[in-house]
């Protein structure tokens, strides 16, 4: 049996990712700092699929969760969150929570799967639509995924002499408990979907979809796809602009 690990499973894409993974015959490990979300899901997916914790800003956690698992054949790094703030009020401390995890956890991640994962392996990647899009109020969590997309190219380089695969997604607007708050704004899910030719925005299974293709893809390493119903050709929305809209009506 093919052993996958899905970091951050607990939740949203990483969760749709791991069902996903599971259906076509991974015997997954969904790892997350959530450990009882980590655990109910793996218990939802029945045996052999096991829940462990996970901390990826956190080296010696990465190390632990890899030596453990032992040879894998797929992960899949999912771990993020955002701070919402312009910069010229954004505390260093938030900015460098969201560096953190997002990009410092990413690589520690690619670090270990590197060293873990069997020839011809795969590593995806959660990038984000705002690598490549800049949208106000999100500095740390752009810069982050703009990292992250050239992490993925740079792990590719140097992990394809054993035929692993480093690709990434980049998602647009996809509901889940991560982009629940901003949900909540009215006028934000609707300006992306005016500013998204497919009309909608995205589910967890749009993205565990192309999670999966990538990690068959045996010709594509060093992709980082824009997963987004279009929206990479137009613009991403105004959060502030919308949340001060909502405070002073
Ligand atoms: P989510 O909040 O539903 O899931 C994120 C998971 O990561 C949670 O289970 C959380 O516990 C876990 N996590 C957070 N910090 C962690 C840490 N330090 N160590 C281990 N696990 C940690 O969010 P989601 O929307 O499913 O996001 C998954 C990934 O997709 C993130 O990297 C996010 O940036 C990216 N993404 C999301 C969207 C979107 O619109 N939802 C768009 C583009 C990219």
């Given at each position: 049996?093919?052993?996958?690990?899905?970091?951050?499973g607990a939740s949203g894409i990483g969760w749709a990712s791991a069902q996903a993974l599971a259906t076509d015959g991974y015997r997954v490990v969904i790892a997350d700092i959530n450990l009882e979300g980590a655990r109910n899901r793996a218990a939802a997916l029945g045996d052999p699929h096991r829940g462990e914790f996970v901390d990826v800003s956190d080296e010696d956690s990465v190390a632990a969760l890899f030596e453990q698992t032992g040879?894998?054949?797929?992960?899949?790094?999912?771990a993020g969150f955002s701070t919402i703030g312009l910069i010229v009020d954004l505390a260093?401390?938030?900015?460098?929570?969201?560096?953190?995890v997002c990009l410092t956890g990413a690589f520690i991640?690619?670090?270990?799967a590197g060293r873990h994962l069997n020839d011809n392996g795969s590593l995806v990647s959660i990038s984000s639509l705002?690598?490549?899009?800049?949208?106000?109020?999100?500095?740390a969590y752009c810069s982050a995924k703009a990292g992250l997309s050239m992490l993925t190219q740079v792990a590719a380089l140097e992990l394809a002499p054993r035929g692993i695969r480093v690709n990434a997604v980049a998602p647009g607007f996809v509901h889940t408990p991560l982009?629940?708050?901003?949900?909540?704004?009215p006028g934000v899910?609707?300006?992306?979907?005016?500013?998204t030719p497919l009309g909608r925005a995205g589910t967890p299974e749009d993205i565990a979809e192309a999670v999966l293709f990538l990690t068959k893809a045996s010709w594509l390493t060093g992709e980082v796809l824009d997963l987004n119903g279009g929206a990479h050709m137009k613009r991403y929305p105004d959060i502030i602009g919308h949340v001060m809209k909502m405070a002073s009506p």
């Open positions: 049996m093919r052993n996958a690990i899905v970091v951050g040879a894998v054949d797929a992960v899949v790094s999912c260093v401390e938030q900015f460098r929570s969201v560096i953190d991640v690619a670090k270990y705002n690598g490549r899009q800049p949208a106000i109020g999100m500095a982009t629940e708050g901003a949900a909540m704004v899910v609707e300006e992306y979907v005016e500013n």
